[in-house]
């Protein structure tokens, strides 16, 4: 009888994971619309700069092949990650995840330099319609890893208190689903709005 | 100092004109006579255990049923005045209130009111009843014993009620509304033609519901792909659930749309950014754009539930199986996929080039098609079956007829030629009504009439909901056809007023005395509810399938037990239920372990959060934006990785509990065999009956005295 109702729960569990998984996958192609939008209204507006400089003049690809390479890297170090939280490895789990997390910070900071800078030399988000979408679009990105750098943080936490538990695993899988996603978003804004700016 | 608490939010702001004043103390009494009723009866904690914090769909449908009924009434009021102020609007009347030069209402009160019309019937009446109709029902249905995600489903709801909120607050805090249409396009939503918290009010309700409607699509269609009963292929799955599934699939589709765009939007006002600005190269044209991309699928994602709805009604009133199947479900998935692509009839006006007028005209002109073979399964299904006119099978007849009218009207429009004369007059506004009230409203009637056993275990009484279908038919066509006609004279949509030579006036008075038909038919639905409840032991629902219906909701108690089923059945053939039901082969009871999920109550608190986060953003107050965001990012945390969010409910005590839940059963059957006796109620009787209800009250006072 016990064995039974463990077998009754397990199913049950699994299918939950399932749904989980498949719901994830929807939201984040919720998500990407909402992106769509957003590059959209770049392709629109990114001629519009008013008499102010153009993208070729503003961006810098040598930062932005920078932070490519460190997003691309910390979606790297994100599978390896997942990997060993998948054999229950939970010190592996946690180095690879701290390791991700920094890389997440130190693009946001290269991210946020290169804000600071335009904004520094008078180019807001106010100036034009050009830079009111780039902005947006990146700033929207920007946050998305912040949100991803939070999410992972409280999860670390939580892996250190709980240990590898399977709603946790759960949770991880997740997170690195949306931080790969993040990554293929910013490959379109790499591809779109920088080197787009040079072509 | 006083700027960072305060924001723009000072004196000015409190209500002063007339209809703040009413509307902040309608509001305040509503609440205070709420909340000295529910302390005086002690029902605080049960509500709050019961209802507020429950995760059981069925009972979040039945909170979206409430709070949507009140909108109704609301949204049906802006009606009224609005119909009234027309009627009163030729040159030759004099202005009578205030600042009025015609008619009672001033022109901008007059937007204020349209807009608001126009949101909340959207909004917060029809999206509400159309997910709480799928939130009692679909779960039935399919044989689930609820969402894929509780959690996200009372989150859902709340945000909703934020919303709600949110719409309501200019009454209390700023005295204006968006005075700018219900899609505040662009540039008018701008901040320097509408500079006041009006249009911030707009997003922000739009927003926080917005986001809740996401996540209930995102839930529901989890819920019908992943959680049907064993052997219910899609194939075999009741045409509710494949009008809902097609629906919600358009609404993750639109959805995130409007969120992106509300955002722009806002940006635009609130940071100073230039996306839909006349200025520094921003685009109005992108934001009329982006918002029919949602706007024109948003109709649709209210429609196909309807369809559903009407499919099963069909079906059941007829006697018969619907007539293809198939045809059906594929007609359906033609609707929602058209009407993804044809957001340009919107504003052909607008300069787009011939070729693209051309084709958006003939995508319009397409959905026609798969429209038309719904209407020829369910005309087919009627012929040869056995038709009971009960009210559910009177509001489908009544949209059978109405909604032809719309659809063809709706043709007329989407040639280019013919939108260019008609673009903006009341013909278009007549053919929305046509749709909306004669397919979604009528839908919603006919849902409710349809399923209220199930929702409360009595029926809804008959005769009553007769008079007040029959209220509803007549209004509606004494004040939307002469609104058709009044398009074609050249009437404009969003008139306050008119020059008397036009002839117009009669028309308008017409409309008027339809709108105050349509609302005695609104007050005689409330009156055929109180009767059902005052009768509720005669019209008690023993079986729980009193229409003798064939899909798997109608196989559970009235209403059914929170977990839905005992056994979640197994699935044969589309007709499972039916063909179970004839060959008296029902199964009998059996138990197993249920997993139930916890009342919750950080819905409420994360709404609550972000109707103060729209609220901060509305009136600059920052500080309260930071702390909202804050606040929303510590429940989801801590719900997040909350690990006993569940319980089992083992096989024995389900057992117990339906025992428990049997003896009821007998004690209610035998109050409804002692009131069999009694007649139906009719309108005549319920005032006699208040009345006498009434005079006991008196009397009763009375003796206490002496």
């Known amino acids: 009888m016990n064995e039974q109702a463990l077998t009754h729960h397990e199913r049950l569990e699994a299918a939950a994971n399932d749904r989980v998984k498949f719901g994830f996958w929807i939201y984040l192609m919720t998500d990407l619309l909402m992106f769509s939008v957003l590059f959209a209204c770049y392709a629109v507006l990114h001629g519009n700069h008013v008499g102010s400089p153009a993208g070729r003049e503003l961006f810098s690809l040598p930062l932005a092949l920078k932070e490519t390479l460190i997003l691309l890297t910390s979606s790297f170090t994100c599978g390896i990650a997942m990997v060993a939280a998948r054999r229950g490895n939970k010190n592996m789990t946690l180095f690879w995840f701290a390791i991700t997390f920094i890389l997440g910070l130190l693009f946001l900071k290269f991210e946020l330099t290169e804000f600071r800078q335009f904004i520094l030399e008078g180019h807001t988000l106010k100036t034009n319609a050009f830079l009111s979408s780039f902005f947006v679009l990146v700033g929207t990105h920007g946050l998305h890893i912040t949100s991803g750098l939070l999410w992972m943080g409280t999860t670390m936490i939580f892996v250190m208190k709980r240990g590898l538990n399977s709603a946790l695993v759960r949770k991880l899988s997740l997170l690195s689903l949306f931080w790969h996603f993040l990554d293929i978003v910013w490959i379109f804004i790499f591809t779109i709005v920088y080197l787009g700016a040079f072509a | ?706």
């Open chain 2, 1 to 706: 100092m006083r700027h960072f608490w305060l924001g723009k939010l000072d004196s000015h702001a409190l209500p002063h004109a007339w209809f703040t004043i009413g509307g902040t103390a309608v509001f305040l009494l509503a609440a205070l006579i709420t909340v000295i009723i529910i302390t005086r009866m002690k029902r605080w904690k049960w509500l709050w255990n019961e209802w507020l914090t429950s995760v059981d769909p069925k009972k979040i449908g039945i909170m979206y049923f409430i709070v949507g009924g009140v909108m109704l009434l609301r949204g049906g009021l802006d009606a009224l005045m609005m119909w009234l102020q027309q009627a009163l609007g030729a040159s030759n009347m004099p202005g009578i209130g205030g600042e009025a030069a015609h008619g009672y209402l001033s022109s901008e009160h007059f937007q204020q009111i349209f807009t608001a019309h126009g949101n909340i019937m959207v909004f917060f009446v029809a999206m509400a009843f159309i997910f709480g109709l799928i939130n009692y029902i679909v779960p039935l249905q399919i044989g689930a014993r609820d969402l894929a995600s509780p959690f996200m489903n009372t989150l859902g709801f709340w945000l909703y009620v934020g919303g709600v909120l949110m719409v309501n607050m200019f009454f209390m805090f700023g005295g204006e509304y968006a005075a700018t249409g219900w899609l505040a396009i662009a540039p008018l939503s701008g901040k320097v033609f509408s500079p006041g918290v009006g249009v911030d009010y707009w997003i922000w309700s739009l927003q926080i519901s917005g986001v809740g409607s996401t996540l209930g699509a995102l839930n529901f269609i989890l819920t019908i792909l992943k959680m049907r009963a064993p052997g219910m292929t899609l194939s075999k799955m009741p045409l509710f659930t494949w009008g809902s599934l097609f629906s919600m699939l358009m609404a993750v589709t639109v959805f995130p749309l409007l969120t992106a765009t509300l955002f722009l939007s806002f940006f635009d006002r609130y940071l100073g950014t230039h996306f839909f600005t006349m200025t520094a190269g921003g685009d109005p044209m992108m934001y009329t754009n982006l918002i029919w991309m949602w706007g024109h699928p948003e109709v649709y994602i209210l429609m196909l539930p309807a369809f559903g709805v009407f499919s099963e009604v069909v079906a059941t009133f007829s006697r018969k199986p619907i007539a293809s199947y198939k045809s059906n479900v594929i007609g359906m998935a033609g609707v929602s996929f058209m009407a993804l692509s044809v957001w340009l009839h919107h504003f052909f006006t607008m300069g787009a080039s011939t070729d693209v007028n051309a084709f958006f005209g003939l995508m319009t002109l397409i959905v026609a098609i798969p429209t038309a073979v719904l209407f020829f399964t369910w005309i087919a299904t009627m012929r040869g079956g056995m038709i009971r006119f009960e009210t559910p099978m009177l509001w489908f007849l009544g949209f059978v007829a109405i909604f032809a009218v719309g659809g063809l009207s709706g043709l007329i429009l989407a040639f280019p030629p013919a939108d260019f004369q008609l673009h903006n007059s009341l013909f278009l506004v007549a053919h929305f009504h046509f749709n909306v009230i004669g397919g979604v409203l009528f839908g919603i009637f006919c849902g409710i009439n349809y399923w209220f056993s199930k929702f409360t275990g009595f029926k809804l009484n008959q005769r009553i909901g007769r008079q007040a279908f029959w209220c509803w038919i007549l209004g509606f066509c004494l004040s939307f056809i002469p609104m058709l006609i009044l398009g074609l004279m050249g009437a404009t949509r969003r008139l306050d007023h008119y020059d008397a030579s036009t002839g117009w006036q009669p028309f308008f008075v017409l409309m008027l005395i339809g709108g105050i038909v349509i609302a005695i038919g609104t007050v005689l639905q409330l009156v055929q509810i109180f009767a059902s409840v005052i009768q509720r032991h005669r019209l008690y629902d023993a079986t729980g399938d009193p229409w003798d219906g064939r899909s798997l909701e109608w196989g559970t108690t009235s209403p059914p037990p929170s977990y839905n089923f005992t056994v979640i059945p197994t699935v044969t053939s589309f007709d499972t239920f039916w063909e179970a039901k004839k060959n008296h082969a029902l199964p009998g009871p059996a138990y197993e372990d249920i997993v139930i999920p916890k009342n919750t109550a950080a819905g409420i608190y994360i709404a609550l959060f972000a109707f103060l986060l729209g609220f901060g953003f509305v009136w600059e107050m920052n500080w309260l934006a930071v702390v909202s965001i804050i606040g929303i990012i510590v429940v989801l945390i801590t719900r997040g990785y909350n690990e006993h969010s569940e319980y089992i409910l083992t096989a024995a005590e389900v057992e117990k509990n339906e025992e428990k839940r049997a003896e009821l059963h007998k004690k209610r059957l035998e109050q409804h065999k002692a009131a069999l006796h009694e007649e139906e109620m009719g309108l005549v009787d319920f005032m006699r009956y208040m009345l006498k209800l009434g005079m006991n009250y008196i009397r009763q006072k009375r003796r206490k005295r002496t």
